[in-house]
């Protein structure tokens, strides 16, 4: 059983624009399910993503366009479940927002009705911040992603570096200032240089969450598969393994079978070792 954080007091949306006012640093991953979920809950992390990256880590997908909305629904629920100390934000799927503000606002409702999550996040800069400003208005919610945009990458080449000219990185600029302005409250910002990141940071009054956005931002976000080695043979420049535990994994179901053969597992310890005698059957 994992343990339960005492000392963890759940982040609220306000707590964003406190935390940058204060210059409180904080830290994000994803996370897809309710023990991983329980794990980082027992962890001083404080905000977890249920991204549409399960497309690729839990669903074997090449990239996050084929997450649904009920994928998103079944997984958010279990982290939910899972994490009640931490903040959690539920990934808005391709194609559950692209439509306009009338799809957008039903389907965040959705997710925050039918999973109990904090927040939504969507994709895009200024062409999206019609439908932002619609969804804020009611009241939802929102955290922007620009910079390098998965569920878009394939029109840009891949997953590739985003902002790495004069012209890319101004237009950079534009979209954290119109997301700010339609009422983002925070924004993940992906694949960036990092001068672009500072920037960008320094300019805006809600938090700038960045993935492979260098240091000068105010919050880290990573993938968990990612720094903990965990079934992902792609290591991207911005991840750093913190833990291999794919590896221990596999090191531990090898010692369950060489056991197994051998017939030293289950012993004295892991059997009911009760002596029942057993009544003849005719
Ligand atoms: O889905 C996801 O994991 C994300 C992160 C890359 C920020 O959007």
New binding site residues.
């Given amino acids: 059983m994992v343990q339960h954080n005492e000392n963890k007091k759940k982040m609220t949306v306000p707590d964003f624009k406190k935390f940058k006012q204060e210059g409180k640093k904080f830290a994000y991953v994803?996370a897809y399910d309710y023990s991983m979920a329980q794990c980082v809950n027992a962890s001083d992390v404080e905000i977890i993503?249920v991204?549409?990256?399960?497309g690729m880590t839990m669903l074997g997908y090449d990239g996050?366009v084929p997450v649904t909305m009920d994928d998103m629904v079944h997984h958010i629920k279990s982290v939910v479940k899972g994490a009640p100390e931490t903040f959690i934000v539920g990934?808005m799927p391709f194609g559950s927002y692209q439509e306009g503000p009338q799809q957008a606002i039903h389907n965040a409702i959705r997710l925050l009705k039918e999973t109990g999550c904090d927040c939504v996040?969507l994709?895009g800069g200024v062409e999206m911040a019609d439908t932002i400003q619609a969804m804020t208005k009611m009241g939802i919610p929102v955290m922007g992603?620009i910079g390098l945009t998965?569920q878009t990458a394939t029109t840009v080449g891949g997953f590739k570096m985003q902002g790495g000219t004069p012209e890319t990185a101004k237009k950079l600029l534009e979209d954290a200032r119109k997301l700010q302005e339609v009422g983002c409250f925070s924004m993940?910002l992906?694949c960036v240089p990092k001068g672009v990141a500072k920037k960008i940071s320094e300019e805006l009054e809600i938090p700038v969450l960045g993935?492979g956005a260098g240091p000068w931002v105010d919050c880290q976000?990573i993938?968990l598969h990612d720094i903990l080695d965990l079934a992902v043979s792609f290591k991207p420049k911005f991840v750093k393994r913190f833990a291999h535990i794919g590896p221990a994994i596999i090191e531990a179901l090898n010692q369950f079978h060489a056991e197994t053969l051998a017939g030293t597992f289950p012993d004295e310890a892991t059997s009911f070792n009760k002596e029942v005698e057993i009544p003849k059957l005719y």
């Fill in positions: 994803t993503l991204g549409d990256s399960l996050t990934d996040k994709e992603h998965p993940v992906e993935i976000v993938v």
